[in-house]
């Protein structure tokens, strides 16, 4: 409010204009005081709005890394049962070359005994 220097008037015009003059600058002041909380407001809905967005982009972001994490575990999974079938598979081959390998073994030695029999045969008879 303004401050008055002048003396109060004494007369019902005077004061009329004098009660006039206090309303309108107190609605001055009453207007300046809703345009800065309405102000404020308008800043802190801003400011809500722009968490918000940022909410949901941590949220998509945090969606997409559990998303990715699923599937990624699901992958694991995956390559551990692929290694285990190859593993098992790699161990019926190694057993297989190990039959094919004394198998083989068996052969020759019989083979080698035959060879061996004909030799010695071959030298009673000269």
């Given at each position: 409010?303004?401050?008055?220097t002048?003396?109060l008037?004494?007369s019902?015009?005077g004061?009329r204009?004098?009660?006039?003059?206090?309303?309108?600058?107190?609605?001055?002041?009453?207007?300046q005081?809703?345009?800065k909380?309405?102000?404020?407001?308008e800043k802190?809905?801003k400011q809500?709005?722009?968490?918000?967005d940022?909410l949901n982009?941590?949220?998509?972001r945090?969606?997409?890394?559990?998303?990715?994490?699923?599937?990624?575990?699901?992958e694991?999974k995956?390559?551990?049962q692929?290694?285990?079938?190859?593993?098992?598979?790699?161990?019926?081959?190694?057993?297989q070359?190990?039959?094919?390998?004394?198998?083989?073994k068996?052969?020759?030695?019989a083979?080698?005994?035959?060879?061996?029999?004909?030799k010695?045969a071959?030298?009673?008879?000269?």
């Open positions: 409010m303004a401050t008055m002048a003396p008037p004494t019902s015009s004061l204009h004098m009660e006039q003059q206090l309303l309108k600058e107190g609605k001055t002041e009453a207007n005081s809703v345009n909380a309405e102000k404020h407001n802190l809905s809500e709005a722009k968490a918000a940022a982009k941590a949220e998509h945090h969606d997409t890394a559990v998303a990715d994490l699923t599937n990624s575990d699901r694991v995956l390559k551990h692929q290694d285990a079938k190859i593993q098992a598979e790699l161990e019926a081959k190694k057993a070359a190990e039959k094919l390998v004394t198998s083989q068996v052969h020759d030695d083979r080698q005994a035959r060879l061996q029999e004909v010695d071959m030298t009673e008879a000269h």
